[in-house]
C-alpha cells in the first residue's frame, strides 16, 4: 500500500513567520497535488507538480516536487492568519485514486 | 462552471437505516472519485469511476457499500445497515480521463447514531 507521510501534523505559528510542510513517500508518483481545506467544505486545489524537480510559485505558497517524485514541500512565507487550515498533499498514479497524506493542521495567530 | 456538487449536505440517520449520497459532478469529467475522509485525517479512497463503471472499488470497507453511475454523470453512493463507524464526511470528486488533478465537492456530513 502507497504511504504518504505528511509532517508536521500540527503547526500553530504567529503572523509574519515563514513555515514549511513536508510530504514524503517510499513510492513514485506520476503527480502530486496540494490542496487546503477549511472546516465543513471540501478540499480546495492549490497546485499540481508533474515534474522531478519541479518549484512552482502562488503568490507567498512556494511548492516543489523532488527529484524522484516521491517527496514534496509547501513553504508559506509571511503567514497571514487566512492562510490558517487544513493543507493535504495527495499524490497521484496516471488518473487514478488519489492517496493522500493526514495533514497538516496550520493554524495562524494575529 | 459549476463545480462538483454533493446533497444532502448533512445527513443524520439511525443505526440499521439505510441512506443514499449523491454527486454531481463537474460537466465533462468521465472519471468521477469517491472518499470518505475522518475528523483531522485525509481523505480515504472509496471507488473510482470511468464512465459509467466502476474502474476500481477496492476501497469499499465491505459490501454495505454501494455506488453506481448508472448514465456516467450523477453518482449514488449507498450505505445499508448504517452503523456508527460510518460516520464520516463522504467526498465525491471528478476530473478529465487520464488526469490526475481531481476537483472535490463539498462534502456529505453523515452521523449515524
Known amino acids: 500500500t502507497q504511504l504518504l507521510e505528511q509532517s508536521p501534523q500540527f503547526l500553530s505559528i504567529q503572523e509574519g513567520e515563514n513555515l514549511t510542510v513536508y510530504c514524503n513517500s517510499s513510492?513514485?508518483?506520476?503527480?502530486l497535488q496540494w490542496y487546503r481545506q477549511e472546516p465543513g467544505e471540501g478540499p480546495v486545489l492549490l497546485v499540481t507538480v508533474v515534474t522531478g524537480g519541479e518549484v512552482k510559485k502562488l503568490k507567498r505558497l512556494t511548492f516543489q516536487f523532488g527529484d524522484a517524485r516521491k517527496d514534496s514541500s509547501l513553504h508559506i512565507t509571511a503567514a497571514q492568519p487566512g492562510d490558517t487550515g487544513l493543507y493535504l498533499c495527495?499524490?497521484?498514479?496516471?488518473?487514478?485514486?488519489?492517496?493522500f497524506g493526514e495533514g497538516t493542521q496550520l493554524t495562524v495567530n494575529p | 462552471g459549476a463545480g462538483v456538487s454533493q446533497t444532502p449536505s448533512n445527513k443524520v440517520t439511525e443505526k440499521g437505516k439505510y441512506v443514499e449520497l449523491r454527486c454531481d459532478p463537474i460537466?465533462?469529467?468521465?472519471?468521477l472519485y469517491w472518499y470518505r475522509q475522518s475528523l483531522g485525517q485525509g481523505p480515504e479512497f472509496l471507488i473510482y469511476?470511468?464512465?459509467?463503471?466502476?474502474?476500481?472499488d477496492s476501497g469499499l470497507p465491505n459490501d454495505r457499500f454501494f455506488a453506481v453511475r448508472p448514465e456516467g454523470s450523477v453518482s449514488t453512493l449507498k450505505i445499508q445497515r448504517t452503523e456508527r463507524g460510518d460516520s464520516a464526511v463522504y467526498l465525491c470528486?471528478?476530473?478529465?480521463?487520464?488526469?490526475?488533478?481531481?476537483?472535490f465537492g463539498p462534502g456529505t456530513r453523515l452521523t449515524v447514531l
Open positions: 469511476f470511468q464512465g459509467t463503471g466502476a474502474a476500481d
Open positions: 495527495a499524490g497521484a498514479r496516471s488518473g487514478s485514486r488519489l492517496t
Open positions: 460537466s465533462g469529467h468521465t472519471a
Open positions: 513510492s513514485v508518483f506520476s503527480s
Open positions: 470528486a471528478s476530473s478529465f480521463s487520464g488526469e490526475d488533478t481531481q476537483y
